[in-house]
């Protein structure tokens, strides 16, 4: 058989599956009638290099942390609604390809919806049957690298459909960082499912860094499931601060082999109308592992914010921890925390606890006495509240989400 027919095969595998989803609402958000929206791909040429990027996108890139110099980068990938349009990898070790090469490639099988069901709903069942595209990043046996991979998925059309299915394996021993930034171009709405699925191997560490900035105008569904072996780790941190119609993402993880660790991190701004519900699952199915979730949420203006964290430990010898911390700066708006414990063993910790309030009007006087207006000081105390020190994340990730939630504290 050759190797485009084979990718043919494997996608025709999941499509059956996906049609009988396509009318299952999420378990979670606000539904989204998908008939509105139609997937299109650009008229637009592949790039040698981001340079080449338009002045238009190049300002839409750089605002989600693309580097389009790469200096500090061994490897990108772009994509524009449901077209890929560049990918580069400067180590040998690194693959990073356009899930349309990956699938002709005999390895790729055992990694494609494996992770994430085809039919958990009919958002996923949108990717399975639209494709669309997305990254496949690979890293390989034993090698470790310092810098990061970055990937930008950019919707750019009217009523788009953005259905990338992104793929992320970190070979046993092996290293890797991963940026990715999602975003809208001027005047351009749409509705995004983005698929992510990771695979850690055995003593294997993946930090992933996302950065989300929409507009009120579109609806975003990522789905990501995450299968962490022995010693291995993964680490989380997402961030949306731009305005949004609606969000719903609820990550699962699952710490299958013994020693395995994972922490999902995520810091939201809400503002406008927008309606988020964010959170993130992490099951226990092997011995002495340990997880936590963990979420910062801002809501402004009439905006309502979803915060949840689930843990399930299925064996002996396992810790787990959910926190929320909230901050209303609006009566209009709202935050909900929703821990959830599952233990179906005898001897496991599993621990939650949340806190939701306002920002006190003696701290903004203690801060107008020593000189600040007002909106200085509900500025730096926001600033503050959203500061979030992930350990594992590289020192020019953590300092570039620390100057994005920066300027989102000082637009308040």
């Known amino acids: 058989m050759s190797e485009m027919l084979q990718g043919e095969k494997m996608k025709d595998e999941f499509l059956e599956k996906a049609r009988r989803a396509l009318n ?7 539904d989204v009638d998908v008939s509105k ?46 077209k890929s349009i560049y990918s580069w990898s400067s180590h040998p070790g690194v693959e990073v390809l356009s899930l349309s090469e990956a699938v002709q490639l005999d390895w790729f099988k055992e990694y494609f919806w494996n992770a994430v069901p085809a039919d958990l709903d009919k958002y996923t069942a949108l990717t399975a049957i639209y494709g669309g595209e997305g990254y496949v990043i690979r890293v390989k046996k034993n090698v470790k690298v310092d810098m990061p991979v970055q990937a930008c998925l950019i919707v750019k059309g009217r009523r788009e459909l953005q259905t990338p299915h992104n793929i992320i394996i970190a070979e046993e021993g092996s290293r890797l960082h991963v940026v990715t930034g999602c975003t809208v171009a001027p005047e351009s709405f749409g509705l995004h499912t983005g698929i992510s699925e990771f695979y850690i191997g055995r003593k294997a560490t993946v930090t992933f860094t996302m950065i989300h900035s929409w507009n009120k105008a579109t609806h975003v569904r990522p789905r990501t499931g995450v299968i962490v072996e022995e010693e291995g780790k993964f680490i989380s941190h997402y961030v949306n601060v731009g305005e949004i119609s609606s969000l719903q993402t609820f990550p699962k993880v699952r710490l299958s082999g013994s020693n395995s660790t994972a922490s999902l991190i995520s810091t939201i701004v809400g503002k406008g109308s927008a309606m988020i519900d964010v959170g993130g699952e992490i099951i226990f199915e092997a011995e002495n592992c340990r997880g936590e979730v963990s979420s910062r949420n801002l809501a402004k203006d009439n905006s309502s ?27 209009e708006a709202s935050i909900t925390a929703i821990p959830e414990l599952v233990a179906k063993a005898r001897d496991v910790e599993l621990t939650h606890e949340a806190a939701i309030g306002r920002i006190e009007e003696d701290e903004i006087f203690y801060l107008m006495s020593r000189g600040l207006s007002r909106e200085e000081a509900t500025s730096l105390i926001v600033k503050g509240f959203l500061e979030v020190k992930v350990e594992g994340i590289p020192e020019i990730l953590s300092r570039y989400v620390s100057k994005v939630l920066e300027k989102a504290a000082s637009s308040l």
């Open 24 to 30: 299952k609402r999420s378990k979670y958000g606000l």
């Open 37 to 82: 929206y139609v997937p299109v791909e650009p008229n637009m040429n592949e790039l040698s290099s981001l340079k080449e990027i338009s002045p238009e996108l190049e300002k839409v890139l750089r605002k989600v942390g693309i580097d389009v110099e790469e200096e500090k980068r061994i490897g990108s990938y772009l994509q524009v609604d449901q």
């Open 305 to 331: 914010i979803i915060a949840r964290g689930r843990l399930k430990g299925l064996v002996n010898n396992v810790k787990g921890h959910t926190e929320c911390q909230g901050l209303l700066i609006s009566n």
